[in-house]
């Protein structure tokens, strides 16, 4: 049993005012594999995530909705660990913000630094622009600036607050950045971190008298933590410092502390690369091993943003695999797709379409099929048991490098996608000795027993290493192979380092899997993801309904004459206008959907309306229109529909006639 050591492992705390998407799970997604992979290397790995719930945006979101800010943190905090459940995350420790051991740590943190370096932190006035519509702070400088949400001027505040000391931390931290040049990873990282430091730093405001919604500071309650100062020192509350008997860590935390790894994204690298170590040494505490800052996962080469609903979500992809496999391959599927894809450290681009081919060509046709192929013959052949190997090496010709090592390197230095190349190289080599050997021909003669037994025995043992390696990204077929092949005990606590040729007995009994990774038809599956993401995206939505106009929203009955009474307010809400359409078109294989440029005074937008079968494209080009255009935006057939023109619904098949204009009417004009 090879000795224990420790590695801590951190995501960051994530904002509990949103719903996590693909791109926040990818930071998760990543440290599991990285966990799974140092427990598998002998590591006793602690691994900590958590939401971050304090700060002005959950206090107006709570507002908005009418609810205490606890309320809404709990809520929201619940989405992240049923997702991260979902989606098989081994994480050992997860963090909460609002927690009370949380807030005993950042006081704790701050009584230290306030007696180890008194200087560092002062209070001063702050001077910045506020926007009292919106509740939040637009800027830290006393210069004009307007409401990034409400576009009105934010006006000037001026309140005492404690500050921290950043600029007297300059020397310091380019002597860490030079002594440490792996501190920060990838090297460009680094290199950007050093250039902002090296521009001088300014002293960075830690706390806030105008908001409620935080954590008190110690003997001065007006104030509360302000953002950074907070959430960082969750990496430390999470695992008990300011609980232990002396005041301020238990013995997890002296255990744990500094943290290995704390892997982000990289648009918040100057806070951990520049702040965080400031704030540590301040404190007079042990800086992190390493920061790993990763690239953004755009969407078909866009950023995600909910303005622009091309959010993907990870429950769909993981929930819809299932489903139309009937077997559990989702989170297996999305994992691979991630790390193989993206070359980490990168941006990099997520499509649909891609995790399904990946999934089929490199799941389904990879790994499953070469795995149902192995053991169904040694099924046949062998009567289910691990033949007796020959003196004779043959697979050694096919492969190029000692199997058990491969990929570890790639693994070590976090390039997981160099990692699984390495894997998958192998598994095509192994196909290609089989090809080569065809064990399935020469099992009909006798006199060839021996090379058959050596071809299935190399094959099957290739099969096992193969699957050790890929467990830590693919941790669900994995398993079921390994148990396939006669292994026992799970194989997340199997340890690499005991991977050596021959480990596979012979005479072993092995099963046929039952199905690992079928194949999945692209286009139904594709559909089932787009119709869930959409109705997170939307919910309440008709899911899968060609929606565009009111037609086809709704049925063709009459309206309810009875129906509820809405007030004049909740009318207004709906922003209605006028619109001349530009252009329209068919959409391939959809029969009902239409695409329509329409221009609606100050832009023109794309809209799908489902009126196809009441309108040919080229007669609807000049016709004004009556678009709702503060609908939320939602995708079908992989196109944005961003509004809804209006129409009747006649008839008891609810024929769309479209509402129109018998005035010259400017596009624009708004309907009320
Ligand atoms: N609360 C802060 C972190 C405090 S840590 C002491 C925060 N939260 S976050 O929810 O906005 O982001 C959490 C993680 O998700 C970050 O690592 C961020 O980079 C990652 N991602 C969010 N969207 C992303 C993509 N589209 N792509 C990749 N990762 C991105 O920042």
Redesign the pocket.
């Known amino acids: 049993m090879a000795q224990t050591k420790k590695f801590y492992l951190t ?5 509990a005012n949103s719903r996590p ?1 693909v ?2 799970a ?2 998760t997604i990543v440290c599991d594999v990285i966990a799974r992979y140092k427990r598998m290397c002998g590591y006793e790995v602690a691994y900590l995530t958590g939401t ?1 719930e304090h700060g002005v945006n959950i206090e107006r979101a709570a507002e908005k909705l009418g609810i205490h800010p606890a309320e809404l943190v709990d809520r929201n905090q619940k989405v992240f660990r049923e997702l991260w459940t979902l989606l098989g995350i081994q994480h050992t420790h997860f963090i909460r913000t609002t927690s009370t051991e949380h807030a005993r740590a950042v006081q704790t943190l701050v009584r230290r630094t306030l007696k180890r370096s008194p200087q560092a932190i002062y209070k001063a006035k702050y001077e910045g622009r506020y926007c009292i519509h919106d509740n939040l702070y637009v800027s830290d400088s006393p210069e004009s600036a307007d409401c990034q949400i409400c576009g009105r001027p934010a006006e000037l505040i001026s309140e005492e607050n404690y500050f921290f000391r950043l600029s007297a931390f300059q020397d310091r931290l380019l002597a860490l950045y030079r002594d440490r040049p792996e501190w920060v990873q990838p090297e460009f990282r680094l290199n950007e971190v050093k250039s902002f430091v090296e521009a001088g730093l300014k002293d960075v405001s830690i706390s806030r008298k105008s908001i409620k919604w935080g954590i008190p500071w110690p003997d001065d309650p007006q104030h509360v933590f302000y953002v ?1 100062y907070d ?2 020192t ?2 430390m509350s999470g695992i008990g410092f300011g609980a232990g008997t002396d005041g301020e860590a238990n013995p997890e935390f002296k255990l744990l502390w500094p943290a290995d790894l704390h892997m ?5 690298i100057r ?1 951990h690369a520049v702040y965080w170590p400031a704030f540590l040494m301040a404190a007079e505490l042990p800086l992190p091993e390493k920061i790993f800052a ?5 969407f078909e080469q866009e ?2 943003s909910k303005s622009k609903g091309n959010i993907a979500y990870p429950e769909p992809i993981v929930k819809a695999f299932d489903e139309l496999t009937g077997a559990s391959v989702g989170n297996d599927a999305l994992r691979y797709y991630l790390l193989r894809e993206v070359v980490f450290g990168q941006d990099g681009n997520f499509s649909r379409d891609a995790l399904i081919t990946r999934y089929n060509a490199d799941l389904a046709n990879g790994l499953g099929n070469l795995a149902s192929r192995v053991l169904a013959m040694i099924e046949s052949y062998f009567e289910s048991h691990v033949p007796e190997p020959t003196s004779d090496t043959s697979i050694t010709k096919f492969v190029s490098a000692p199997l058990e090592s491969i990929a570890r390197e790639h693994y070590d230095a976090y390039r997981f996608s160099s990692a699984v190349q390495d894997i998958w190289r192998l598994i095509a080599q192994v196909d290609a000795y089989l090809v080569q050997e065809q064990p399935w021909k020469i099992a009909a003669d006798p006199a060839h027993r021996p090379r058959l037994r050596e071809v299935l025995y190399s094959a099957a043992e290739a099969l096992r290493i193969i699957t050790a390696l890929a467990h830590p990204v693919l941790p669900d077929a994995t398993q079921q192979i390994w148990r396939c092949l006669g292994q026992p005990g799970k194989l997340a606590d199997f340890q690499l380092d005991s991977l050596v040729w021959g480990g596979l007995k012979a005479g072993t009994r092995i099963a046929k899997p039952e199905s690992v990774y079928p194949r999945v038809e692209s286009a139904k599956l594709d559909e089932r993801i787009e119709a869930m993401d959409n109705e997170i995206r939307n919910p309440g939505a008709p899911v899968g309904v060609p929606a565009g106009t009111g037609s086809a929203e709704t049925s063709g009955a009459p309206a309810a004459a009875g129906a509820e009474k809405i007030t004049i307010d909740d009318f207004a809400k709906v922003e209605l206008r006028v619109g001349v359409v530009k252009s329209a078109e068919r959409i391939p294989k959809a029969d009902k959907l239409l695409k329509v440029l329409v221009d609606i005074g100050d832009e023109v937008r794309q809209v799908l309306a489902g009126i196809a079968t009441s309108y040919a494209p080229e007669d609807l080009v000049g016709r004004k229109v009556v678009v709702v255009t503060n609908l939320a935006p939602r995708k079908m057939r992989g196109l944005e529909s961003n509004g809804m023109l209006l129409a009747a619904s006649a008839g008891a098949e609810g024929k769309p006639v479209l509402c129109t204009f018998a005035e010259e009417i400017a596009p624009g004009s708004k309907v009320k």
């Open positions: 995501t960051p705390i994530y904002y998407h791109g926040s990818y930071t971050d950074w959430a960082l969750s990496y982000i994204g990289k648009e918040i806070f990763h690239g953004w996962l755009l950023k995600m």
